[in-house]
Nanobody
Framework: QVQLVESGGGLVQAGGSLRLSCAAS????????MGWFRQAPGKERESVAT????????YYADSVKGRFTISRDNAKNTVYLQMNSLKPEDTAVYYC??????????????WGQGTQVTVSS
């Protein structure tokens, strides 16, 4: 099993920045792919950004390209999401997820409890 614990959410004004962190513990060799997902009220959960263990070819949703950056510190088993130029439409619960497969799309095996990000206009 892998345990994922997110932190760093909060309330920020539009145009501001937040940095989310997700620390993995347990069977961390099963975290080849790690990613951030979000779910806004009344909407389906969507993929925001994903990254392989190597850090190459990260994926970003079109809505966050150029504003969000995913990074990993494998020594700390931690993945980060730096969010800049935040918009009210970024308001959602953000979840960290992990999977052992090298293909970072598709279904993820492990999920964190989520952290709320609220962007005020």
């Amino acid at each position: 099993q892998v345990q994922l614990v997110e932190s760093g959410g909060g309330l920020v004004q539009a145009g501001g920045s937040l940095r989310l962190s997700c620390a993995a513990s347990g069977r961390t060799f099963s975290t080849t792919c790690m990613g951030w997902f979000r779910q806004a009220p009344g909407k389906e959960r969507e993929s925001v950004a994903t990254s392989r263990w190597s850090g190459d070819s990260p994926y970003y949703a079109d809505s966050v390209k150029g504003r969000f950056t995913i990074s990993r510190d494998n020594a700390k088993n931690t993945v980060y999401l730096q969010m800049n130029s935040l918009k009210p439409e970024d308001t959602a619960v953000y979840y960290c997820a992990a999977k052992a497969n090298w293909i970072c799309g598709g279904i993820y095996d492990y999920w964190g409890q989520g952290t709320q990000v609220t962007v005020s206009s």
